[in-house]
């Protein structure tokens, strides 16, 4: 079991696919107008903190799960963090001005149904950003080390969807939001050796469930040897969307 600590080092990784496209999705969303702000699946907290300086008023961030929730309250104490369940948000019809998520749907059990939670707890005319939902379907890499389905099937394992990213518009029209904008775009990707270990620590704590350390150990050194002679390249397709209530 990964311990939530190494979880958060985990979730810190694939934030930084996702700066440039955070900063469009939010600056599009108008943070600045809203009264308060809520971040639904925020694990260990830091998008939650980022909205709250952006808003007008007060952002807040719920999740089901208490060990890294602790983790949450513990690193931001001034922030309201609240415990959810899997199909319900504890929060008022229209209590948000602005709701957002951040690799979250693919691992809601039903996420049509969490979406229409989001809608219900959104004001009228109240935005939606998702920030980011990957599709592993979609990944490309040269050297081929099979990663794409090794990571697809880790993460169905472990009850995620691997293929969240390409059924984005498909859930936001079912639960019922007005897509303003969506996209499927990739995060740049580096071979400085900072961002190669990031992407290592990530494929380590996903892949643990399918590949022995010995197996995980080969893919990893053929990886690292093709990132230094300069053949390695990655495409991870992250899905994206801005929606109105
Ligand atoms: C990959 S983590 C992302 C955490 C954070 N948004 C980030 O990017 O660092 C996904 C989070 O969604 C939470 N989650 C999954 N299903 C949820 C649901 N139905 N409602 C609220 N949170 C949920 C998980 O417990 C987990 O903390």
Same mark, same amino acid.
């Given at each position: 079991?990964?311990?939530?600590? #190494? $979880?958060?080092? /985990? /979730?810190?990784? $694939?934030?930084?696919?996702?700066?440039?496209?955070?900063?469009?999705?939010?600056?599009?969303s $108008?943070l600045?107008?809203c009264d308060n702000a809520l971040e639904?699946?925020?694990?260990?907290?830091?998008?939650t903190?980022?909205l709250a300086?952006k808003v007008r008023g007060r952002a807040v961030g719920?999740?089901?799960?208490?060990?890294?929730?602790?983790?949450?309250?513990?690193?931001?104490?001034?922030?309201?963090?609240?415990?959810?369940?899997?199909?319900?948000?504890?929060?008022?019809?229209?209590?948000f001005d602005f709701v957002c998520?951040?690799?979250? *749907?693919?691992?809601?059990?039903?996420? +049509?149904?969490?979406?229409?939670?989001?809608?219900? +707890?959104?004001?009228?005319?109240g935005?939606?950003a998702?920030?980011?939902?990957? #599709?592993?379907?979609?990944? +490309?890499?040269?050297?081929?080390?099979?990663?794409?389905?090794? +990571?697809?099937?880790?993460?169905?394992?472990?009850?995620?969807?691997?293929?969240?990213?390409?059924?984005?518009?498909?859930?936001?029209?079912?639960?019922?939001?007005?897509?303003?904008?969506?996209?499927?775009?990739?995060?740049?990707? &580096?071979? &400085?050796?900072?961002?190669?270990?990031?992407?290592?620590?990530?494929?380590?704590?996903?892949?643990?469930?399918?590949?022995?350390?010995?197996?995980?150990?080969?893919?990893?050194?053929?990886?690292?040897?093709?990132?230094?002679?300069?053949?390695?390249?990655?495409?991870?397709? *992250?899905?994206?969307?801005?929606?109105?209530?």
């Open positions: 079991m990964t311990a939530p600590a #190494d $979880q958060l080092r /985990y /979730y810190r990784a $694939q934030a930084g696919w996702t700066e440039a496209l955070r900063a469009y999705a939010l600056g599009q $108008q600045a107008t639904v699946g925020c694990g260990g907290g830091w998008l903190a980022d300086a719920c999740d089901i799960d208490e060990a890294t929730l602790a983790l949450a309250r513990e690193a931001y104490p001034t922030l309201s963090f609240d415990l959810s369940e899997p199909a319900r948000l504890p929060y008022a019809d229209a209590a998520c951040h690799f979250t *749907l693919l691992w809601a059990v039903d996420p +049509v149904a969490l979406l229409g939670e989001m809608r219900r +707890v959104c004001a009228p005319g935005r939606l998702v920030l980011a939902e990957p #599709d592993w379907g979609g990944f +490309v890499e040269w050297p081929d080390l099979n990663l794409r389905d090794l +990571v697809a099937t880790a993460l169905a394992m472990r009850g995620a969807d691997p293929l969240a990213g390409r059924k984005l518009r498909a859930h936001l029209v079912a639960a019922g939001w007005e897509i303003e904008e969506l996209g499927l775009t990739a995060g740049p990707w &580096s071979a &400085s050796p900072a961002a190669i270990d990031a992407a290592w620590d990530h494929h380590r704590w996903t892949l643990a469930g399918v590949l022995d350390e010995r197996r995980l150990r080969v893919i990893e050194t053929k990886a690292r040897r093709a990132w230094e002679g300069g053949a390695r390249l990655v495409h991870l397709p *992250l899905a994206w969307a801005i929606a109105r209530r």
